[in-house]
């Protein structure tokens, strides 16, 4: 299938999904704009993420680089935090012995390092060992081995315990920084050496206190890597499996069976000093629901470090319900690294960078914008249907392609940087629409999504956040506190409720309940909130019943001849619609529903209406009394 066939598709379904919402949405009474929905696909929209695009590479924000991502090689794409999903999974860690090379003095060449990793696979790709400056080292030597062995001294009780040591005798205690720079040989490899680094990610909570370190394939790897010039050695490839580079036991087998082959191998060469099953949170593919990894591969970034200190200052301008996502975000765009922007497929927007003849990246303001152009007017498929030279304004010429030969990039933007220029794409395009939004409004994990993205855009290109107030609401969970899922068959379909119980039952259970935090949902919970329906229903028709011959103009009753009872039942509804309204300022949802609810059974139906029935079916129509109380009722509809 050719791409512009397959972008076609894309396009098909996706418009079949907003119709599909849009028919969902409707019938739960949700009011919004369904003849000009804006959509990420439309050409105007392109245009505007295109020149939001163009201005953060302006201000040289976007960059090409090889660092290490999260790579889906289900999907043969990177992928950016917000599309990772965690789950506990368990992994075969292994504790293992590297032989001392170079001792640099310090220690002698029958000295091995205790190494801890809980991925074996990338043992092939080790290039050093991690270790604390700040941390004490002991050479030790247990009873029966000819071996010593280094290991951090807060962890010696832990290995002792484990490897089974025995009259274990310390011969040395050595600061880290002692250690820097010593050699190692790679247990795989005696033609390879591994060099000893200092980190400030080595802990004390787990291991050994010295970390296997494959720049290729871990961040803080690549950090500390980098810093003491290691090459970033990645051999496995796109669809996950280890290349010719990682050897011949390695070549052409999937990275997570290069775990068994790994061990197998340090057993082999009597390195293993203990191998046992580690559960810890690993990531996961959101779209395939696979494993994914680190890896360094080459991609577009968008640098979040050059203003990281203004977005963290446009967060202190915002206002946050709950009011700890404030803190969320801010400690989120504290500690996050730079975007990862490129997607290796064929659906979304293009990045709008060409190369000249010697491979130089050309993003230039000119090109950028003519590109824009093209897509408001036509759409981003041209952009895999013409030529480089025809997406070029005409006449361009650069430095670099003394030919006038020009290629384009072929990976797209990430979904995110899609969403996260809604502020150009619509705040700033339709007049009626502010700048920033008053509201946002989504679930709590875009506060690594959607919040996160559109703040880092918005900051880039204007200075300011793309919001003035942000709610946040947790996830419906199945009765017992289970996320929900088809493949478990515990999902509840808004639209078979619909068709049960109707809308109003569905709104009025969402708000009787916390949304701020996850929330657990049953059958049960639906048939709570038909009940508390009902009886909100009954008063309705008794109201509206018993005020078919009321006409306000002719039969209303000034509040000071109103009869005692009816002045301090008006007086507790006036208090009651007041706090109310103060409840709405504070989108609390909830204490609405508690306070009208409870006012309903309470007030009314107990007392009010209770005496009320003598009244208004006993007493002359026109009697004091009658229009007295219809009046009461009728203020009820006004609130």
């Not at 969902?24 to 959509?39: M, N, Q, V």
């Not at 201000?59 to 999903?85: D, N, Q, T």
Request: net charge negative; charged share 30%.
């Amino acid at each position: 299938m050719s791409t512009a066939d397959f972008r076609k598709l894309c396009h098909e379904y996706a418009l079949k999904q907003v119709d599909k919402q849009r028919t969902d949405f409707k019938r739960l009474g949700i009011s919004a704009e369904w003849d000009h929905p804006y959509l990420t696909l439309n050409p105007e929209f392109e245009a505007q993420e295109i020149r939001t695009f163009g201005r953060m590479a302006e201000l040289g924000l976007i960059y090409r680089g090889k660092k290490p991502v999260f790579w889906s090689w289900s999907s043969e794409s990177a992928m950016a935090e917000a599309e990772v999903e965690y789950h506990d999974v368990t992994s075969p860690s292994a504790f293992y012995a590297e032989k001392v090379s170079d001792g640099k003095g310090v220690l002698d060449e029958n000295t091995y390092f205790v190494v801890w990793t809980t991925t074996p696979w990338t043992i092939p790709a080790s290039e050093g060992i991690t270790i604390d400056a700040g941390f004490d080292y002991s050479v030790v030597q247990p009873a029966g081995e000819d071996r010593k062995f280094v290991i951090a001294t807060d962890r010696l009780n832990y290995a002792t315990e484990q490897f089974g040591w025995e009259d274990v005798q310390t011969l040395q205690v050595i600061r880290g920084r002692e250690l820097d720079r010593i050699k190692a040989i790679h247990p795989f490899d005696n033609d390879r050496e591994l060099v000893v680094m200092l980190g400030d990610f080595v802990t004390l909570d787990s291991g050994t206190g010295l970390v296997h370190t494959a720049p290729g394939f871990g961040e803080d790897d690549f950090r500390v890597g980098k810093e003491y010039g290691l090459d970033i050695f990645v051999p496995v490839d796109d669809r996950g499996y280890m290349t010719a580079e990682a050897g011949p036991d390695f070549e052409g087998v999937f990275y997570e069976d290069a775990n068994a082959i790994a061990l197998d191998k340090l057993k082999a060469s009597n390195a293993l000093l203990k191998q046992m099953d580690y559960v810890h949170s690993y990531p996961f593919d959101w779209r395939t629901k696979k494993p994914i990894i680190f890896r360094a591969t080459p991609q577009w970034f968008a640098s979040v470090d050059k203003i990281r200190d203004q977005i963290l200052e446009a967060i202190e301008d915002v206002e946050f319900l709950p009011d700890w996502g404030q803190k969320r975000l801010h400690n989120m765009i504290r500690d996050r690294g730079d975007w990862v922007i490129s997607r290796q497929r064929v659906w979304g927007v293009p990045l709008p960078i060409f190369y000249a003849e010697d491979g130089t990246p050309i993003l230039e303001k000119e090109t950028i914008n003519h590109v824009a152009d093209l897509f408001e007017k036509n759409g981003s498929d041209i952009w895999f249907q013409w030529e480089a030279k025809d997406l070029l304004p005409g006449g361009y010429s650069n430095e670099h392609s003394p030919n006038g030969e020009f290629t384009k990039e072929n990976d797209i933007m990430d979904v995110w940087f899609d969403s996260g220029s809604s502020h150009q794409g619509v705040l700033a395009q339709r007049d009626y629409l502010e700048y920033p939004a008053d509201l946002v409004l989504e679930g709590s994990d875009q506060y690594r999504g959607w919040f996160n993205s559109s703040l880092i855009t918005s900051v880039a290109v204007s200075g300011k956040a793309p919001y003035k107030k942000v709610i946040s609401q947790g996830f419906t969970l199945d009765g017992k506190g289970h996320k929900m899922s088809k493949s478990l068959g515990n999902t509840i379909v808004p639209d078979e409720i619909n068709k049960k119980m109707g809308a109003e039952i569905i709104r009025l259970w969402v708000s009787s309940i916390d949304s701020s935090s996850d929330v657990r949902v049953s059958q049960e919970n639906f048939v709570k909130a038909s009940e508390s329906y009902k009886k909100i229903r009954n008063t309705v028709r008794y109201l509206l019943a018993n005020t078919s011959d009321f006409d306000p103009k002719e039969n209303g009753v000034d509040y000071n001849e109103l009869r005692p009872e009816d002045r301090y039942t008006l007086v507790q509804f006036n208090e009651l619609i007041s706090k109310i309204r103060t409840s709405y300022d504070n989108y609390d949802f909830i204490d609405i529903y508690k306070k009208l609810l409870n006012y309903i059974i309470t007030d009314l139906s107990a007392f009010y209406l209770d005496f009320a029935k003598d009244v208004v079916y006993i007493e002359p129509e026109n009697s004091l009394k009658r229009r007295s109380m219809q009046t009461v009722f009728y203020k009820f509809w006004l609130g």
